[in-house]
């Protein structure tokens, strides 16, 4: 089996800049089939997964962090990606801070929620291939995604949650998000939830991190 993959870099596998399946998904375009989105999954088992039923359009970034090379690989690919990864703490944290990464890199992103503790295998064991497309389906707008992940376990009636959540903004999405996207962000922040956030200076070398 492929277990060499996970330890750490070999000639075959540089992490930073693999793609897995993007080889297949060239060969499915020279058989005539139009590949519209990728769904971007976080392992290479899962590629397998998902191609064991039909599904040829997934990738996984080899490790959970992206880099831009392989943002670049996968904009060869398509313009529009949809972020699939597992539903576990792991997974939602990776695709939080892959997000940035991603638009950075000008790929059009959504994001599709698996159920928690579900990976995309276990998701087709058990509603099936229709009911993993249909998650795919219902993926959402990856700065909305983004912004509601930032309310977790707050009460947004509560001023000591909304300080919270305001500080998470500016910190989680402000900070990291390219400049083009941060009037559209404070726009809907002070819309949708009558909060005043800012852009923070973009800090030139990483601070050392706090809690």
């Known amino acids: 089996g492929g277990k060499y993959i996970n ?8 992490k930073g800049e693999i793609v897995f399946g993007a080889n297949y998904i060239k060969r ?3 058989s005539q089939n139009p590949i519209n989105e990728i769904i971007l999954v976080e392992g290479y088992m899962d590629v397998i ?4 039923v039909g599904i040829k359009n997934a990738v996984a970034g080899m490790g959970t962090a992206l880099k831009g090379t392989q ?7 398509s313009d529009s990606v949809i972020c699939c ?4 703490e792991a997974g939602l944290k990776a695709t939080e801070s892959n997000i940035p990464t991603l638009l950075t890199s000008g790929l059009h992103t959504k994001v599709a929620t698996l159920d ?3 990976d995309p295998d276990d998701t087709i064991k058990t509603i099936g291939k229709e009911g993993f497309l249909k998650k795919i389906d219902n993926a959402k707008g ?3 995604y983004l912004i509601e992940s930032q309310t977790k376990e707050l009460d947004l009636n509560s001023i000591d949650d909304q300080i919270k959540f305001k500080n998470r903004i500016e910190e989680n999405v402000l900070s990291k998000m390219p400049d083009s996207y941060l009037e559209i962000i404070i726009n809907k922040i002070e819309k949708d939830y009558s909060i005043k956030v800012k852009q923070t200076a973009k800090k030139e070398k990483p601070q050392a991190y706090t809690k």
């Open 71 to 77: 943002c670049n690989e996968i904009k060869r690919l």
């Open 7 to 14: 330890s750490g870099d070999t000639k075959i596998f540089k």
């Open 85 to 88: 990864y597992d539903g576990d």
């Open 142 to 144: 990856a700065i909305d």
């Open 116 to 118: 928690f503790g579900m």
């Open 49 to 52: 997964a998902l191609g064991s």
């Open 28 to 30: 499915e375009r020279k």
